[in-house]
């Protein structure tokens, strides 16, 4: 089984700063990309940020310059620095990884984190 934990969310101020991190735990060959959404009451889940296993980014238009997305292929995990916090930010945040391929074989197109929450106050 693979699973996504994430870690990080928090209650923070409008300006503040914050670190999710997400850890892929299981026997993984290789990744081919994760990245981070978001989603909030009555909108639908978003993409904020990814990276292939190449380490090509790629951001939501309202992140760029703020977030910065990274990786640790040994540890299986990837990090979102998230500076200059807006409110507009608040929404819980969700791990994803696709293109899971586990050892001896096997095969997970995409797998979904639980979630963490970020607040960001006004």
């Known amino acids: 089984q693979v699973q996504l934990v994430e870690s990080g969310g928090g209650l923070v101020q409008t300006g503040g700063s914050l670190r999710l991190s997400c850890a892929a735990s299981?026997?993984?060959?290789?990744?081919?990309?994760m990245g981070w959404y978001r989603q909030v009451p009555g909108k639908q889940r978003e993409l904020v940020a990814s990276?292939?296993?190449?380490?090509?980014?790629n951001y939501e238009d309202s992140v760029k310059g703020r977030f910065t997305i990274s990786r640790d292929n040994v540890k299986n995990t990837i990090y979102l620095q998230m500076n200059s916090l807006k409110p507009e930010d608040t929404a819980v945040y969700y791990c994803?990884?696709?293109?899971?391929?586990?050892?001896?074989?096997?095969?997970?197109?995409?797998?979904w984190g639980q979630g963490t929450l970020v607040t960001v106050s006004s």
């Open positions: 994803n990884a696709e293109g899971v391929a586990i050892i001896p074989s096997g095969w997970y197109p995409e797998v």
């Open positions: 990276i292939s296993i190449g380490g090509t980014e």
């Open positions: 299981g026997s993984i060959f290789s990744i081919n990309a």
